[in-house]
């Protein structure tokens, strides 16, 4: 409880307009500032620390039993027989270098990463800025381009059985025009399809990542720059490509591991052998897992994992550097 004050203590705690507060005042006020404040608990680093481990013990919980047990488990069980039992060492690395199927398998998949990303990239930094310079109405579009997030895979595959099917719409309007039809599915055409599809796809989410990275560029820049004679391609050259690395790296990284997702379109329509041009790493995968191979489908597990971690690392470093 607070201590009541006589009247001349308070007089000394107020003083008077105008006039500088003498000594004595001063160490009263202070006195009673201590007194009167209340004491807040002092919590020493220690008991921070316990707090935060409990607030992060149910996500660290999570993470250890879902990723990184299962990920140690597999890295263990690729130097191990099929029954995790007798060591083996490096047979299993060698027998998945060796393997056709898995050279295949990674030829194609480093292709479609290869030629999927740039297009990704470029083409959503051209719809964002173009929904940009059409604002407030550009919403309406972004919602569009949103839309195929939200698209079913099983309906995705559904459209792609209308779409290039053999006696599908695309090689019914290639017939009306007087071309021979294309089995999509069946020639190396089917890598294209896979193509297109993860385009439509993720398109509109690397555009709100690029949207985010535009929004943080300071407009009095541009103002600036056209002040001073610059058109829309020197500010785009000199102002917003320079101020876009950081997110380049994050929509980079981002569509890297949203590449590896797919797997699902492709394994609908085709199943687990499809056209060799779209024969990936995750058909390999799976079939490996149906045929309980544990230990070449770890090892190659392995090996993806330290070429993604690489892959990530130069990038982060790459962007750091240029910025």
């Avoid at 995705?156 to 017939?175: E, P, R």
Wanted: hydrophobic residues 50%.
């Amino acid at each position: 409880m607070l201590k009541t004050t006589s009247r001349k203590e308070d007089d000394l705690t107020r003083g008077r307009p105008g006039e500088a507060l003498p000594a004595q005042t001063l160490r009263f006020r202070q006195r009673r500032k201590r007194e009167t404040q209340w004491k807040k608990p002092s919590v020493g680093r220690k008991g921070e620390g316990l707090a935060a481990l409990a607030f992060m013990g149910v996500s660290l919980a999570g993470v250890s039993v879902f990723f990184l047990i299962p990920f140690v488990e597999t890295v263990r069980r690729s130097f191990y027989d099929a029954r995790g039992k007798n060591f083996i060492g490096l047979d299993g690395y060698s027998s998945v270098l060796g393997n056709s199927a898995f050279r295949l398998a990674a030829a194609n998949t480093a292709k479609f990463v290869a030629v999927c990303i740039p297009l990704l990239l470029v083409i959503s930094l051209v719809v964002a800025l173009l929904i940009r310079s059409v604002r407030p109405r550009g919403r309406a579009f972004k919602t569009t381009y949103l839309l195929p997030m939200a698209v079913p895979v099983a309906s995705i595959v559904l459209l792609w059985q209308v779409l290039f099917h053999k006696n599908g719409l695309a090689n019914t309007i290639l017939t009306a025009l007087g071309t021979q039809p294309v089995d999509f599915m069946g020639t190396s055409a089917a890598f294209w399809v896979l193509i297109f599809t993860y385009l439509w796809k993720n398109n509109g989410y690397d555009m709100i990542l690029w949207l985010a990275g535009l929004d943080g560029i300071n407009e009095n820049l541009y103002e600036a720059a056209r002040v001073d004679g610059a058109n829309s391609w020197q500010c785009f050259r000199y102002i917003t490509l320079p101020s876009l690395l950081p997110t380049v790296g994050l929509v980079s990284i981002l569509s890297l591991l949203n590449g590896f997702k797919v797997f699902r379109e492709a394994y609908l329509v085709a199943g687990s052998y499809p056209h060799d041009s779209i024969y990936l790493l995750q058909h390999l995968f799976n079939n490996w897992f149906r045929e309980l191979d544990i230990t070449r489908l770890c090892a190659a597990a392995t090996l993806l994992c330290i070429v993604l971690l690489g892959i990530i690392l130069v990038l982060q470093r790459l962007f750091r550097e240029t910025e």
